[in-house]
C-alpha cells in the first residue's frame, strides 16, 4: 500500500470515528408535548390580539436552543400566526435567534430585530429568552415597539412592569398564587394585574 493510499485512508477512518461519535452523542430533540402546548399559540393570539384592539403588525421572535437538546416553538408560532391573522393582525416577520453554548451576544442580536423592525405596533418574544435580562430591555433604543413575552419572560417580570419595559406576559398559571387566573394552564399579565406579583427574588431582577 503507497503512503497516499495509507494516508488517505487514515483520514477516512478519523473522519469516521468523528461522525460516529458526533452522532452518538447528539442531543435529541424532543418536541413540546401536553395539551398546555398545544393550544398555547390560540390562546396567546386571543390574548395579544384583545391587547392590540385586534389591528396592527407584529413580529415574533424565538430563541433556537437546539443545541442543549431544547425543541424550537415552530408549532406554537404557526398557530399563533394563524389566530392573530382571524383578529385581522399582520404577522410582518418571524426571526429566529440561534443560541451557542456560552453565548454573549444574545442582547446585541435582539437588540438589532427591535431596530430592524421599528414600526411594527408589537414584538413578541415566545418560548425562554435565554440571557435577556431586566436590564437588556432596558437599554433598548427607544421609542421602540412594545414588547410582549409568550412563557419568554419568566423572571424579572414585576421590574418590568414597574419600567414599562412589557405590556403583556403570558406565564406559568402557578406562577402567582395571589393572582387569580380565568386559565388552568396560563396567567395572563398586563399593567392592570402585574402590581399583585409578589416581591419574590425568583420574580424579580434587579435593572
Known amino acids: 500500500m503507497n503512503r497516499k493510499l495509507l494516508a488517505g485512508l487514515s483520514i477516512f477512518i478519523i473522519l469516521a470515528a468523528?461522525?460516529?461519535?458526533?452522532?452518538?452523542?447528539?442531543?435529541?430533540?424532543?418536541p413540546f408535548t401536553g395539551s398546555q402546548f398545544e393550544r398555547l399559540g390560540q390562546f396567546a393570539g386571543d390574548e395579544i390580539s384583545k391587547l392590540l384592539g385586534n389591528r396592527g403588525t407584529v413580529v415574533i421572535v424565538q430563541w433556537d436552543v437546539t443545541f442543549a437538546a431544547i425543541?424550537?416553538?415552530?408549532?406554537?408560532?404557526?398557530?399563533?400566526k394563524s389566530q392573530v391573522a382571524s383578529h385581522g393582525i399582520t404577522v410582518g416577520a418571524i426571526e429566529t435567534?440561534?443560541?451557542?453554548?456560552?453565548?454573549?451576544?444574545?442582547?446585541?442580536?435582539?437588540?438589532?430585530?427591535?431596530?430592524?423592525?421599528s414600526t411594527a405596533d408589537a414584538i413578541i418574544l415566545i418560548g425562554p429568552a435565554y440571557g435577556l435580562t431586566v436590564a437588556d430591555l432596558a437599554a433598548l433604543p427607544a421609542p421602540h415597539p412594545q414588547l410582549m413575552s409568550v412563557l419568554a419572560?419568566?423572571?424579572?417580570?414585576?421590574?418590568?412592569?414597574?419600567?414599562?419595559?412589557?405590556?403583556?406576559?403570558?406565564?406559568?398559571?402557578?406562577?402567582?398564587?395571589?393572582?387569580?387566573?380565568?386559565?388552568?394552564?396560563f396567567l395572563v399579565l398586563t399593567d392592570k394585574n402585574a402590581s399583585e406579583l409578589p416581591n419574590r427574588s425568583d420574580l424579580i431582577s434587579p435593572p
Open 18 to 30: 468523528l461522525a460516529w461519535l458526533y452522532l452518538r452523542h447528539r442531543p435529541t430533540v424532543v
Open 71 to 80: 425543541s424550537r416553538y415552530d408549532t406554537q408560532i404557526a398557530q399563533l
Open 97 to 117: 435567534i440561534k443560541v451557542k453554548y456560552q453565548d454573549t451576544t444574545l442582547a446585541a442580536r435582539f437588540a438589532k430585530v427591535v431596530s430592524q423592525y
Open 153 to 185: 419572560l419568566q423572571t424579572g417580570l414585576k421590574t418590568m412592569f414597574d419600567k414599562h419595559l412589557i405590556t403583556l406576559a403570558i406565564t406559568d398559571a402557578l406562577l402567582a398564587e395571589n393572582i387569580k387566573s380565568s386559565d388552568h394552564d
